[in-house]
């Protein structure tokens, strides 16, 4: 069974760049031609190819929005970046997990996603949830009418934009929770570095990480979480490092070049054991690591 709410749920929360002032457009535009290929019955039950036919779909819808930005679109940060909000998995020419834009070629559809493109209704309200959370009043007009749509009334157009689950509120409080704990748990000390700083306005430089990433997970265990600082975070997300059984640092050896001459480097974490919580009981748990080794490091 379809869980329509829950795909609801991620299209009206997008993680979409804002550097500009305004959301960046190429996720909702591309997620509009996915549920196109949907509707014609074009859409693959495997592997969707980043193809010269997908980008001329991505640019015509791309043309209703170009008045916002001077560059032209790139369809493959959308094309990469969308399996960070849990649509597919990205993967090179090889078959081999995708860490770079530049290397994905394929898509590797989520079955759920899949079968909630294809229900007729769901795709609908998913259009007019996308159209009308992520675009202004004129680009409206022409989405709805490039889609096939009526244009809804302004009360329908208001409840579209604000769209969100009933349970989104108690969904909030648990991510605080999470944070709450796990930051307070680390005594605000990066796990990787065994760094600390705070703010007399309450800033600190680390924050919670998942292990077992969220969108794939839905799990908000303290367990499920390290504290780490910026950079630490990201090289983590991105299967740069990881962590061993016996919580040891595993550096993915020969995956990236980087300069570090004013401080420590990544590879010097390396056979180090990272900062953990004084309470055993808030450690990460074998399972998520297990996960983080087998799904996101990039070593072997």
Known sequence: MVNTEYWFAKLASLRVDRAWGDSALH??????????????GLLPEALLPLSPE???RFFTFWNIVAHRRNQRPDIRLPFHHLQSDGFWAAYSEGGEASPDKCLTRYAALNPGFIAFAKDPVARDKTRRI???????????LALYALVGLPIPSEGEIIQDTNYKLPHYGQEQGREARFRL???AAYDYTCALTGYKLMTITGAS???????????????????????????AHWLFDQGLWTISDDHKVIVATGQFAKQSPDHK?????????VHLPSDPALYPKLTYLTWHRKNKFQGR
């Open 181 to 183: 704990t796990l930051i």
């Open 130 to 140: 996308l159209i009308a959370k992520y675009f202004q009043p004129s680009e409206r």
């Open 205 to 231: 430089i680390v924050d919670a990480a998942y292990i077992h990433q969220f969108a794939d997970s839905r799990n908000n265990d303290p367990c499920n979480g390290i504290a780490l600082c910026e950079n």
């Open 54 to 56: 997908l980008a001329f």
């Open 265 to 273: 480097g990544l590879r010097d974490y390396h056979g180090q054991r």
């Open 27 to 40: 996720k909702p535009l591309l997620l509009l031609v996915i549920l196109e290929l949907a509707e014609q």
